[in-house]
């Protein structure tokens, strides 16, 4: 008897691409960084079933990663959400607050924030200063406003990793209730991680977080001050 053949979804990135690695990050076996690292590629297919194609699509911060041989499932919002966290706060009117928001484009910059691209370095004469500005709301959707969500994104727990001149900073939602939403809602990553190469060895950091103005600077000593 016949093997039924293997359906592969096959993906493309288009030039709106960023070049903010998470799809590469996130789906390695599909996607690659070009050389240049200016714009992704989809270099490989992958078998129906194996992701859903909304997962891989939501993870591009600019809806750059489209579906190209067959028809997207379903959306997830359409689907039974089974676990929704129990709301903290009255929210029996999140119809009409939900209708009033859902036609309003989110900034571009606070998308960004989710990606970690909202960031900056600055170089001294013995340190470089990393400045991430971090996720200030959690964005719109339904979903938010029928399980009763905050539109104050809660703060990330960060974390560095020093390699010689290789700099890993990651950042990580871990409030449950907010996390669930990730999945659900269009470019809205749990966390994000932001590697660096300097042109010199780092020996030590230090992290600090003003939650009035949500700016995280990451203090990067060098090895040898130039
Ligand atoms: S997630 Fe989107 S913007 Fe980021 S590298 Fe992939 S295609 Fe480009």
Redesign the pocket.
């Known amino acids: 008897m016949a093997e039924a053949a293997l359906q592969l979804e096959e993906y493309f990135?288009t030039e709106d691409?960023?070049?903010?690695?998470?799809?590469?990050n996130d789906f390695p076996d599909i996607?690659k960084?070009n050389a240049d690292h200016t714009?992704?590629i989809a270099t490989n297919t992958s078998p129906v079933g194996k992701f859903n194609p909304w997962d891989i699509i939501n993870?591009?911060?600019?809806d750059?990663?489209k579906l190209v041989n067959m028809p997207m499932p379903p959306k997830p919002e359409g689907e039974k959400v089974a676990e929704a966290p129990k709301a903290d706060i009255d929210n029996s009117d999140w119809m009409r607050r939900w209708e009033a928001v859902r036609d309003q484009l989110e900034p571009q910059w606070e998308r960004m924030k989710r990606y970690g691209m909202a960031s900056a370095v600055d170089e001294e004469k013995d340190r470089y200063v990393v400045r991430f500005d971090m996720p200030q709301t959690v964005p719109n959707h339904r979903l938010k406003f029928q399980w009763g969500l905050p539109d104050l994104m809660p703060d990330y727990k960060t974390s560095v990793q020093i390699k010689g001149n290789n700099v890993q900073i990651r950042a990580k939602l871990e409030d449950e209730k907010v996390r669930k939403l990730c999945g659900w809602v269009n470019s809205f990553p749990d966390g994000f991680l932001k590697e660096m190469n300097f042109p010199v060895a780092i020996k030590s950091h230090r992290e600090s977080y003003d939650p009035e103005t949500r700016v995280l600077e990451v203090t990067l000593e060098k090895a040898t001050p130039q």
């Open positions: 990135v691409c960023i070049a903010c690695d998470a799809c590469c996607f960084m714009r992704a993870d591009c911060p600019v750059a990663i």
